[in-house]
């Protein structure tokens, strides 16, 4: 089993600056990629950014080109996004996914808990 715990998140103003972890924990499974969706209230969950863990490619919501930065550590099987220049339509959940390979064989999407991040006007 397969579990991501994410960290981070919080109330910020706008214009702030907020970091949010998520580490992958577990046995026998590497990760194919890793990163971020949110979901605001009445909104469909919608993807923020992704992070493939061989190479550098990486993707990222028109909505946050520029502000927001992902990042890897892939000894410590951990994703981290970065997020400048906060709006207020940032508010949301936001919740970290692994596209994780089991050693025992097939490719599964695993969700951590989701972390709050709110950011006033």
């Known amino acids: 089993q397969v579990q991501l715990v994410e960290s981070g998140g919080g109330l910020v103003q706008a214009g702030g600056s907020l970091r949010l972890s998520c580490a992958a924990s577990?046995?026998?499974?590497?990760?194919?990629?890793m990163g971020w969706y949110r979901q605001a209230p009445g909104k469909q969950r919608e993807l923020v950014a992704m992070?493939?863990?061989?190479?550098?490619?990486?993707n990222y919501a028109d909505s946050v080109k520029g502000r927001f930065t992902i990042s890897r550590d892939n000894a410590k099987n951990t994703v981290n996004l970065q997020m400048n220049s906060l709006k207020p339509e940032d508010t949301a959940v936001y919740y970290c996914?692994?596209?994780?390979?089991?050693?025992?064989?097939?490719?599964?999407?695993?969700w951590g808990q989701g972390t709050q991040v709110t950011v006033s006007s």
């Open positions: 577990g046995s026998d499974f590497s990760i194919n990629a």
């Open positions: 996914k692994g596209v994780v390979r089991l050693q025992r064989g097939g490719v599964y999407n695993y």
């Open positions: 992070i493939i863990f061989s190479g550098d490619s990486t």
